[in-house]
């Protein structure tokens, strides 16, 4: 499984389907695991630093897992699968913030998406923020999935999905209620679901 990763994740920087994002792609390495985390796209930081979720946002995340896994940072990095809709960062929006991709760059994407859950399978899929969720479940409103477990599906494998929020900054959603305790009851979610605890033993 390893090896097949490996090989998947060398052609997926040599991508070149979506010419309006921005090179590198990023990668979280060859992270064997029945754990999947599943993000939007990187933000300016990411291809600098060429890690998902390196920056003020990623502390924000991996300060809520730590508090409810055990797992610090490292340790989570080294045990959790980080993938995302797409890999490469979208830009600027003219409006503010990053662009979110669109639905060719989605679709283009998807491709790695795919294999990622074909040598895979995972058995746990941390869908975070509405982009990520949306590739898993139908929703209008974010209180209608944090909080639960839903069932995906992938090429016949069936894997638990756990929506978050996304923890940006700019998101008060996580901090008011009742983002505050439907975020708490995902978290504690994940912590106890069999593959998280299964990377800890």
């Given at each position: 499984?390893?090896?097949?990763?490996v090989?998947?994740?060398?052609?997926?920087?040599?991508?070149?389907?979506?010419?309006?994002?921005?090179?590198?792609?990023?990668?979280?390495?060859?992270?064997?695991?029945?754990?999947?985390?599943?993000?939007q796209?990187?933000?300016?930081?990411?291809?600098?630093?060429?890690?998902p979720?390196?920056?003020?946002?990623?502390?924000?995340?991996f300060?809520?897992?730590?508090?409810?896994?055990?797992?610090?940072?490292?340790?989570?990095?080294?045990?959790?699968?980080?993938?995302?809709?797409?890999?490469?960062?979208?830009?600027?929006?003219?409006?503010?913030?990053?662009?979110?991709?669109?639905?060719?760059?989605?679709?283009?994407?998807?491709?790695?998406?795919?294999?990622?859950?074909?040598?895979?399978?995972?058995?746990?899929?941390?869908?975070?923020?509405?982009?990520?969720?949306?590739?898993?479940?139908?929703?209008?409103?974010?209180?209608?999935?944090?909080?639960?477990?839903?069932?995906?599906?992938?090429?016949?494998?069936?894997?638990?999905?756990?929506?978050?929020?996304?923890?940006?900054?700019?998101?008060?959603?996580?901090?008011?209620?009742?983002?505050?305790?439907?975020?708490?009851?995902?978290?504690?979610?994940?912590?106890?679901?069999?593959?998280?605890?299964?990377?800890?033993?």
């Amino acid at each position: 499984m390893s090896e097949l990763l490996v090989k998947h994740i060398e052609s997926l920087v040599n991508c070149e389907r979506c010419p309006q994002m921005h090179k590198p792609v990023v990668t979280c390495g060859p992270v064997v695991s029945k754990v999947m985390l599943v993000g939007q796209a990187p933000g300016v930081k990411e291809p600098e630093l060429q890690r998902p979720f390196a920056w003020t946002a990623g502390r924000t995340l991996f300060g809520w897992f730590e508090e409810t896994t055990g797992l610090d940072e490292a340790a989570f990095r080294q045990s959790v699968y980080m993938t995302a809709v797409c890999r490469c960062y979208p830009g600027k929006n003219p409006k503010g913030g990053d662009r979110v991709p669109d639905q060719t760059e989605i679709a283009n994407c998807s491709y790695w998406l795919e294999g990622d859950f074909r040598i895979l399978q995972p058995e746990l899929v941390i869908a975070v923020g509405k982009l990520a969720i949306q590739q898993f479940v139908s929703f209008d409103r974010l209180v209608e999935v944090v909080g639960q477990v839903f069932t995906g599906e992938r090429d016949g494998q069936h894997f638990d999905v756990i929506p978050l929020p996304h923890p940006s900054g700019l998101s008060t959603w996580p901090r008011m209620e009742p983002g505050k305790s439907l975020l708490k009851e995902a978290l504690k979610l994940i912590g106890e679901h069999p593959a998280m605890k299964a990377l800890k033993t």
